[in-house]
């Protein structure tokens, strides 16, 4: 079965420092990796998403994410946190699909990483 | 555009009485799912419906029922509320197929606080 892990609950960052958000995945095949980002109040948003190809992907808000299969990780990274970044993340995996190419894309999320950023 | 709408945004129920939250998406996706979030808990599948006609299961499907009313509209419905299912309910859709390619990104709805006394 898939399993997201995120190691950090909380993660408190001073605005203009750099920032890493670990996600360490399980899955039986080539993932399908995803960040998302909820503001307080909010719904899901997406940040960034792996299916192939280039292991670092560039998302929106200055974010990044790398692929490294031999850690089964997807950490996620901006080199300068602003303070409208305070939010809560999760990491996701996309599950597998059925033989006849009718995908159904199981979501499964890690259980969040809530950034706070002081001033 | 709207995306994925959700109704209600709020609601408050008494333990035993019945709801059913809407969704609704404007893509054309073939699959819609329904989640519940619940603090320290991320998200966790309580049905979906990979296209028009069909739903299954997710990870946490009791107490709730679901109707893929057409290709738009995916509703949930609570039959007798209980405390357990007070939570943030988000709707999502996601595209099969998109010029030959799939297209596995899933779009949120801005969810449906529901609170159960």
């Known amino acids: 079965a898939q399993s997201v892990t995120q190691p950090d609950i909380h993660i408190t960052v001073s605005e203009g420092a750099s920032l890493e958000l670990r996600c360490n995945y399980s899955?039986?095949?080539?993932?399908?990796l995803f960040w998302y980002v909820q503001s307080p109040g909010q719904g899901l948003q997406l940040l960034l998403k792996?299916?192939?190809?280039?292991?670092l992907v560039q998302g929106i808000k200055g974010f990044e994410a790398e692929f490294k299969r031999s850690q089964s990780s997807f950490n996620l990274r901006k080199p300068s946190v602003h303070w409208s970044d305070a939010a809560e993340y999760f990491c996701?995996?996309?599950?597998?699909?059925?033989?006849?190419?009718?995908?159904?894309?199981?979501?499964?999320f890690g259980q969040g990483t809530i950034l706070t950023v002081h001033p | 555009n709207a995306g994925v709408t959700q109704t209600p945004k709020f609601q408050v129920l008494k333990t035993g009485q019945s709801m059913t939250l809407q969704c609704a998406q404007d893509?054309?996706?073939?699959?819609m799912y329904w989640y519940r979030q619940d603090p320290g808990m991320g998200l966790r599948l309580i049905y979906y419906?990979?296209?028009?006609?069909?739903?299954d299961k997710g990870e946490v499907p009791n107490g709730y029922n679901v109707s893929r009313l057409n290709k738009r509209e995916f509703s949930l419905r609570l039959e007798s509320a209980a405390p357990s299912q007070t939570s943030v309910y988000f709707c999502?859709?996601?595209?099969?197929?998109?010029?030959?390619?799939?297209?596995?990104?899933?779009?949120f709805g801005p969810g449906t606080r529901l609170l159960v006394l």
């Open positions: 999502a859709s996601r595209g099969g197929t998109s010029g030959g390619k799939r297209v596995e990104t899933q779009y």
């Open positions: 899955y039986g095949a080539t993932p399908y």
């Open positions: 792996y299916f192939s190809g280039d292991t």
């Open positions: 996701a995996v996309a599950g597998a699909f059925n033989a006849g190419g009718t995908s159904y894309g199981k979501l499964t």
């Open positions: 893509m054309n996706h073939n699959s």
């Open positions: 419906s990979a296209s028009e006609g069909t739903t």
